[in-house]
């Protein structure tokens, strides 16, 4: 069965990077686009980005651009996202989510369990 | 990108009442890329309806979603105590966003 599952609670200090690690396994990897999602706390959802792991691209939303990086190991069929320059509004779960089907623009049918980052001095 | 405006914020109701949610969209939806999610406390968002009216795998057809263009709907029929949640909706297409959120409590 397809499966998410996402490396474990970080705390960081202001300023520092945290990544990400989104392991996955039970469909082809190569196939299906994986998005970043994150959720503050009593907040909403927000989109970060995606990633096609067939070349490694990715496209990011507009608020996260130059502070986010999405990487991906075809061997290890895992996906990273890397966020640097951490501030307290950082402090979110940050999630991976897959495509309900082939192709760019799917919505998320497979979601990790979620990572929480905590931003604070 | 498209800003969505989910209304309304809140919903109580009562088990076996239904639940009408609305999403709203800053510009019309291209291919009515349009789905929706629930989230219970704690938990990852589970995917709903996409499409804007299909529903994902093992999704009772109590949930039925509709509309097109700017406006669409997520319908709950006949409610029940574990649909208590948050509801998103979300366009998936270029840039994609996500709506504000609808809560829906059972009374």
Known sequence: QVQLVQSGAEVKKPGASVKVTCKTSGYIFSNYYIHWVRQAPGQGLEWMGLINPSDGSATYAQRFQGRVTLTRDTSATTVYMELSSLRSEDTAVYYCARGVLTGYYQPSGYWGQGTLVTVSA | ?107
């Open chain 2, 1 to 107: 990108e498209i800003v969505l405006t989910q209304s309304p914020g809140t919903l109580s109701l009562s088990p076996g009442e239904r639940a009408t949610l609305s999403c709203r969209a800053s510009q019309s939806v291209s291919g009515n890329a349009v789905a929706w999610y629930q989230q219970r406390p704690g938990q990852a968002p589970r995917l709903l309806i996409y499409g804007p009216s299909n529903r994902a795998t093992g999704i009772p057809d109590r949930f039925r979603g509709s509309g097109s263009g700017t406006d669409f709907t997520l319908t709950l029929s006949r409610l029940e105590p574990e649909d208590s949640a948050v509801y998103y909706c979300q366009h998936y297409g270029r840039s994609p966003s996500f709506g504000g959120g609808t809560k829906v409590e059972i009374k």
